[in-house]
């Protein structure tokens, strides 16, 4: 079965934005407005394996930092990125074994500490260093500008969602599956546009 992302006559639809060697689109199952995945072009198991020389880091952190400005001018708010990085050994929980990252505006919850309680300690990294621990699989969860990492670790399928809609109030509506939220990928579709089109003025 052809991967979701991997589907050019689907995926293309949605994309708001390309770069070389990635994609931005409005998040499926988007909680909010304004909750985006940056997606690697590449059918790769991970962000981390796609990061493999300044070049493309450079590209990555840059299209993640407009994303970032976008969320804070909307929502005056904050953010975290969270990615079930995937290993041939270890899919990590992720439920599309292609490399995407996701990016979510936050209010005042502290997920990091509610992360630990599941998945014990984590040790910070940087997104340049992630490709050196490719063996395995991961999660990364970066919160107020700090990126925390757990390799290999034992998680279920949409961990992270199912921990926002927990803290959210949404109850089992983290499966992006069932709850879509159409309308918000349509808002975040429509503001993206219409911020570009400010820059561009």
Known sequence: ?????????KINKEVIESTENFLILPALGSFVPYYFIIVSKDHADSIGSTLINETIVEEFIKIKSKIEKFISEQTGGDYI???????????SGCC???AHLHILPTGAE????????NLGDPTLIEYKNIH?????GYFLLEEKNKIYYWPNPKIISQFMRRLVAQQSGLGDKYDWKNFPFYEN??????AWKEWKAKILN
Request: with cysteine.
């Open 81 to 91: 990125c969270f990615e079930h990085g995937g290993a041939s050994s270890n899919t």
């Open 110 to 117: 502290n997920f990091l500490e509610s992360t630990k309680q």
């Open 1 to 9: 079965m052809l991967c979701i992302f991997c589907n050019q006559d």
């Open 96 to 98: 599309i074994g292609h």
């Open 132 to 136: 050196k621990n490719q063996d395995s």
């Open 185 to 190: 990928m349509e808002e975040t579709t429509r």
